[in-house]
């Protein structure tokens, strides 16, 4: 597993390297100042990411947002001290792990673990609300066709359905497609199948 250190504290980056190193996790990268670390983690690609702030602000927390969001990769936060409205806005910025006061180097390797679980859960949740939002946009498109083929050609529910799943077959298409082709010529020229 290749992993990031971000801190300003080359002493506090050691503590960090050191933990995991005795966890058995060679691949570091450290990185102790914050110029260019966009391109320097896109060119690393590291696994997980962990950074370490004394106090994080809100900027720095909108940079680890943009980070995220470019790196898609699990981020754990170390800080020192934090308040509610810190840790709202850490978790809105795509940290999977935030320890407050916590910086010790038996507790690394379980926070990262922790990271890398909890984003990979919120990956599989994303994934299946895209996959349900797109089941659920095709089933529009297959009942607005099943309507047009109802009303324009007098036919019943089963029918329409049965005659869109012939085309989509017959064109070896998906039948969201050909119902999506269908509600397209509809509207553009007023006709279809």
Do not use: W
Request: glycine fraction near 4%; charged fraction near 30%; aromatic fraction near 4%.
């Amino acid at each position: 597993m290749r992993i990031a250190v971000i801190d300003e504290s080359a002493a506090r980056a050691a503590v960090i390297e050191e933990g995991l190193r005795e966890a058995g996790l060679t691949d570091l990268h450290i990185f102790l100042e914050r110029q260019g670390l966009a391109a320097q983690l896109e060119a690393c690609s590291p696994d997980v990411v962990l950074m370490n702030l004394e106090n994080p602000s809100r900027d720095m927390l909108e940079e680890t947002f943009a980070l995220s969001r470019a790196l898609a990769r699990p981020i754990a936060m170390f800080v020192d001290h934090s308040d509610e409205n810190t840790i709202a806005d850490a978790v809105d910025a795509g940290i999977s792990a935030y320890v407050v006061d916590g910086l010790r180097k038996e507790r690394i390797k379980p926070v990262l673990d922790l990271a890398v679980r909890r984003f990979q859960a919120f990956n599989r949740l994303q994934t299946e609300l895209t996959e349900a939002k797109t089941q659920l946009a095709e089933r529009k498109v297959v009942d607005e066709a099943k309507r047009i083929l109802m009303t324009k050609r007098g036919l019943s529910e089963p029918d329409a359905y049965k005659l869109l799943r012939t085309h989509a077959m017959q064109s070896n298409r998906r039948i969201a497609d050909v119902a999506q082709a269908l509600i397209t010529a509809e509207n553009m020229l007023g006709g279809g199948l």
